[in-house]
């Protein structure tokens, strides 16, 4: 069954749409400085409330010390951490929790880049070329840039997917996840309606 992953959550009630919908990865955006930035304490309180749901609670970071990163996953109680911004494979290494690593495609093949950061044991996730800023930027890539490496390694394939298109990249690259942030906004908010939506398209295509 395909893995879903909705991020950018900011409140309780569009987290627990997200839950409700069996996402298995829920994400927040804990990195300083963006629109959907949220603060660990915030973070913290909603994850609490939600209780055990068999969801994994995803902290993304930008460049993040990766002591710090870990610290604040434990605080939060996030099961895993992304990394978004230009971390190397060490950093991936020292956060000494599950991650999952962007890479950012740039037009070139990302297979080398990818599979520096596999040999870590991090899950890569592939998203549009804009290297450091967090995801949820609408933008998408060419597909079959990933296509390869989604043959060799598990990678979650991220960039401007939605609930009208996400069926379609699916089959064209098949990887392990996927991932969506603006994709299920109407407004700049979470749209649960989307959020039932991407995560039924996906799950029917992954089958």
């Known amino acids: 069954m395909m893995a879903v992953k909705l991020c950018g959550m900011r409140t309780l009630d569009h987290a627990r749409a997200a839950v409700d919908a069996r996402a298995e990865y829920v994400g927040f955006l804990l990195a300083p400085g963006y629109r959907r930035t949220v603060a660990p304490e915030t973070v913290r309180e909603i994850i609490t409330t939600l209780g055990p749901s068999g969801t994994r609670y995803v902290g993304v970071f930008v460049d993040p010390d990766p002591v710090e990163a870990r610290g604040i996953a434990r605080y939060v109680g996030l099961h895993v951490v992304q990394l978004s911004g230009r ?3 060490q950093v991936a290494r020292a956060v000494g929790l599950p ?3 962007v890479v ?3 037009g070139a093949d990302p297979l080398a880049e ?3 950061y596999a040999e870590t044991g991090a899950m890569v996730a592939l998203d549009s070329g804009r290297t450091g800023a967090p995801g949820g930027t609408g933008e998408v890539f060419d597909w079959s840039l990933a296509v390869e490496a989604a043959r060799r390694y598990p990678v979650m394939l991220a960039g401007g997917l939605n609930p009208t298109n996400v069926a379609a990249a699916i089959r064209e690259v098949a990887p392990e996840a996927v991932d969506v942030s603006s994709g299920i906004e109407s407004d ?3 749209d649960p309606e989307k959020i039932r939506a991407f995560v039924a398209a996906a799950r029917e295509a992954g089958t």
Do not use: L, N, Q, W
């Open 87 to 89: 971390e190397s494979p």
């Open 99 to 101: 991650v999952i690593k």
């Open 188 to 190: 700049g908010a979470k």
């Open 114 to 116: 990818v599979e520096r």
């Open 104 to 106: 950012h495609i740039d």
